[in-house]
């Protein structure tokens, strides 16, 4: 069973029928969590392969791991602004299989300790947009291009006690677990992204030193 679920806002649904495209042949069910819509999007309508639940977006980002728990076999967390592309699927289970655990095309390392900044003090950075020679293990993965097998690794949005910090929830949970996160090589152009204004990553500045705490907790 290969399931993808994704977080959407309103205002990203133009690109979220883009992602949904893009992912609805490679996949067994695809979850789609209504962060504040008030309606059902046309395209989500009458497809087998397709779930969906109206939310209050209360739980922000988590809400992509929305009874994950309840899942079984591969699990691949997606974001409503990326096009994924063909066989990108497939090349993410090859990964899981030659790796275990966690995989991803986006990470960090904190090799310093304490660290003194979740949003500037990692030792090394591999981006999702950029080219990345080598796969890499990492202390904290992005979890819009993550997967994993039910077998590896547990986690569901409960998990997460605060919104919009989905990534490092995961990675505690993963340390705790004793499960690795690898960041998997992919060349530039591997995945189209479109941004948007107002998004997590901005508006968590002012977090940063909790998160930083957080991140010290358990590394």
Not at 121 to 139: C, F, K, M, Q
Not at 191 to 198: A, H
Request: net charge negative; proline share 4%.
């Amino acid at each position: 069973m290969i399931t993808a679920q994704i977080a959407s806002l309103p205002e990203r649904v133009d690109t979220l029928e883009q992602t949904v495209d893009s992912l609805i042949n490679q996949v067994n069910m695809l979850f789609v969590a209504l962060n504040n819509y008030d309606y059902v999007p046309t395209f989500l309508q009458n497809n087998r392969k397709i779930f969906f639940a109206l939310m209050d977006n209360s739980l922000g980002d988590a809400a992509k791991f929305y009874d994950a728990d309840q899942r079984k076999g591969y699990m691949f967390a997606c974001d409503d602004d990326i096009i994924y592309p063909q066989g990108y699927i497939s090349y993410m289970i090859e990964a899981i299989k030659r790796h275990g655990g966690i995989v991803t095309l986006l990470g960090k390392r904190y090799d310093d300790r304490p660290v003194t900044s979740f949003r500037s003090g990692y030792t090394s950075i591999y981006r999702h947009l950029n080219p990345v020679g080598v796969d890499a293990e990492v202390h904290i993965g992005g979890t819009g291009v993550m997967a994993y097998h039910t077998d590896d690794f547990r986690f569901c949005q409960d998990d997460c006690l605060e919104p919009n910090m989905a990534d490092i929830w995961v990675a505690k949970a993963a340390m705790e677990q004793g499960v690795k996160i690898t960041v998997i090589a992919h060349p530039h152009g591997y995945l189209q992204q479109v941004t948007y204004p107002n998004r997590i990553w901005a508006e968590s500045k002012e977090m940063d030193c909790y998160q930083t705490e957080l991140v010290n907790s358990f590394l």
